[in-house]
Each structure stands twice: as structure tokens, then as C-alpha cells.
């Protein structure tokens, strides 16, 4: 009897533990599951199971690679698995020869692109943006991000080109007008550079990017030596309910004389991935109110500082401090 009823209680215990234990996921499933969501490292896990089953093959396959790709850019900011993965993409969709009703490969070149930029490798960029807007020339942010990677070269002409392709076929984004207003402004063409950053303001003027313009223009105005803006933009900024506390409130008020250096890195200590991002903006603008003072050797401190391989690239005009020291005549 006792033997009987330990068995019992032993198929008792084991079909419990099978309820209790999630089934192994499927490729099918784990297929659906690579992908955005709200668990990036769960979907690259999806990714990963998927690519690992040997049950896909061809485009199927490459787009695997090139969900997982967008996830390591996106959200772990690992460029190099990254690029990997869009490599991987790349190959498959180009062998297997399937007839897509949309290309898939334009965007991978572009990510790509993308994460050479992010690596500081401007000429392997270049060739992958060339590459996607051969393949379409509407292939979103294409000639933009081909500008920058132009811009962060020195090649100001190119990037003026690139960013104005950009605006003819997409004459809404106030982006490309302020990235143009920027390369204009390096290129010494201060009166293009007002009009493109004055365009720029016309566009989504209660945007937090609105800021940014009003910087920008202040410093357009102050080399051209015509009047600040800046103080009006902290009203208007007031009268929308916003406190020049918030960022990029501290950068107007160093540039209007009414904090310190230090009194701006300690706003920009906030919690990353925005403390990076910020104390990279904080270093360039301190930089510009060094200029103003006329000590070039700190100005070029900051600058290289705003230059650093770890600040994001990410906002208009992200590759300025890299020009500021060109016409300083300083090494990164």
C-alpha cells in the first residue's frame, strides 16, 4: 500500500512541476517575439533562440539579424554587435534574391551606417549611406545622416549639399534646416545660417528642440554682432510654464552671463544616459562663453572635451565641437 501511494505521490509531484514549468519557447514564437517591445534584452534572447534553431533561412533569416541589429543600436548601444548583425542582413537579403515588395536593404545600409558614425568611422558611413540612397534615394535620414558623417570630416560643402538634398525631399523637418544652419555658420555664410536657423524656429515652436535653436541663433547673432535672443527665449520659455532650470535652460543662462561653468555641469548631472549627453552640451557652450571671453586655451579644453568619442551623436550640430577646434587651430 505504501509503495502504491508513493507513486501516486510521485506522479502527483511531477505533473505539478510540468504545469508549473513554462514551455520551451518555439521558433515560431521566439520568431514573433524579436522585435520592439517593452524587454529589449527578452526580444535580442528571442533573436538570438531564433537565429540559433536553424529553421530559417534567406530573407527570413536576414531579418532576424536585422531586428537584433536595431536592438543592439537601439537600446544596449553595442555598435559593434551591431554591425555585425546588419552585415549579416545584408548577405542574406542580397542572396537570396526574393522578390520583397519593399527592399529591405536601403534601411540596413543605413543602420549601419549609422553605427559607424557612432563609432567615429565617418568614411565607412559614407559608403553605407551612399550604398542605401543608391538603392532609394527617399531612404529616411539618408542625406541627412550623410551630412553629418560630411561635417564631422570638415567637409562642409558636402554636408551643405546632403542636408539641402534632404530638405527638398522632406521640406517640413526643421532638423535639416538647422543641421544646414549649423554647416552654414561654419562656413562662414553667417547670413544663410540666420535664415536656415530662423526657418528651423518657424517649424514645431513649442518643441523642446525650439531651445536649441535659440542657442544657436544667439550664437549665429553674436559672431554676425548683432543682438541676443536668448533673454526673450527664457521669457517666452516662462510664459509657457517651462523654468529655466530645465535643461537646456543653464546653457541661456551662461551665455547671458547669469551662471558659471560649474554652476552648468552641476545641472547637467541628471541620470544617463542624459548626464552624458549634457555635460557633453555643457562643455561646448562653456567652450563658446570662453570664446567670448577670449581664452582660447580653455575654449579648446572644453571643446575637445565636447568632442570626446563617448558624447552621443545624437542633436543637430553634434560634430561643432570638432569644427570649433579646426578653427582654433587645436588637436582633438
Same mark, same amino acid.
Given at each position: ?71 543592439? *543600436?537601439?537600446? /544596449?548601444?553595442? +555598435? #559593434?554587435? @551591431? =554591425? &555585425? %548583425?546588419?552585415?549579416? !542582413? $545584408? ?24 553605427? *559607424?558614425?557612432? /563609432?567615429?568611422? +565617418? #568614411?565607412? @558611413? =559614407? &559608403? %553605407?549611406?551612399?550604398? !542605401? $540612397? ?199
Amino acid at each position: 500500500m505504501n509503495r502504491i501511494w508513493c507513486a501516486f505521490a510521485l506522479s502527483v509531484m511531477l505533473a505539478g512541476a510540468m504545469a508549473t514549468t513554462p514551455a520551451a519557447a518555439s521558433p515560431a514564437s521566439d520568431q514573433s517575439d524579436c522585435g520592439y517591445g517593452p524587454q529589449p534584452d527578452a526580444a535580442i534572447a528571442a533573436c538570438s533562440r531564433a537565429i540559433a534553431s536553424g529553421r530559417f533561412r534567406g530573407g527570413d533569416l536576414g531579418e532576424l539579424h536585422g531586428k537584433r541589429a536595431d536592438l543592439y *543600436y537601439r537600446f /544596449k548601444q553595442d +555598435y #559593434d554587435r @551591431a =554591425i &555585425a %548583425d546588419y552585415t549579416r !542582413a $545584408i548577405q542574406l537579403y542580397a542572396a537570396s534574391r526574393e522578390d520583397l515588395l519593399l527592399d529591405p536593404l536601403p534601411e540596413l545600409y543605413r543602420g549601419r551606417g549609422d553605427a *559607424y558614425v557612432k /563609432k567615429g568611422e +565617418y #568614411d565607412r @558611413a =559614407i &559608403a %553605407d549611406y551612399n550604398e !542605401a $540612397i543608391k538603392r532609394d534615394r527617399n531612404v529616411l535620414w539618408g542625406y541627412h545622416s550623410r551630412g553629418d558623417a560630411y561635417a564631422a570630416k570638415g567637409e562642409l560643402n558636402r554636408a551643405i549639399s546632403d542636408y539641402s538634398d534632404a530638405i527638398q525631399l522632406h521640406p517640413t523637418n526643421d532638423t535639416y534646416y538647422l543641421s544646414r544652419g549649423i554647416a552654414h555658420l561654419y562656413s562662414g555664410a553667417l547670413g544663410k545660417a540666420q535664415g536656415d536657423i530662423v526657418q528651423a524656429s518657424t517649424m514645431q515652436p513649442s518643441s523642446p528642440l525650439d531651445l536649441y535653436k535659440t542657442l544657436w541663433l544667439d550664437l549665429v547673432n553674436v559672431r554676425a554682432k548683432q543682438p541676443s535672443v536668448l533673454a526673450q527665449a527664457i521669457l517666452r520659455m516662462e510664459g509657457m510654464g517651462f523654468s529655466k532650470k530645465l535643461w537646456p535652460g543653464p546653457l541661456m543662462q551662461l551665455l547671458l552671463g547669469q551662471s558659471t561653468p560649474d554652476d552648468v555641469l552641476a545641472a547637467a548631472e541628471t541620470p544617463p544616459p542624459q548626464k552624458l549627453q549634457q555635460t557633453c552640451e555643457a562643455n561646448f557652450f562653456i567652450g563658446q562663453m570662453a570664446l567670448r571671453q577670449g581664452t582660447k586655451d580653455e575654449a579648446a579644453r572644453r571643446f575637445r572635451l565636447a568632442a570626446a568619442k563617448d558624447c552621443p551623436k545624437v542633436r543637430a550640430g553634434w560634430w561643432a565641437a570638432s569644427a570649433e577646434l579646426k578653427a582654433l587651430g587645436a588637436s582633438r
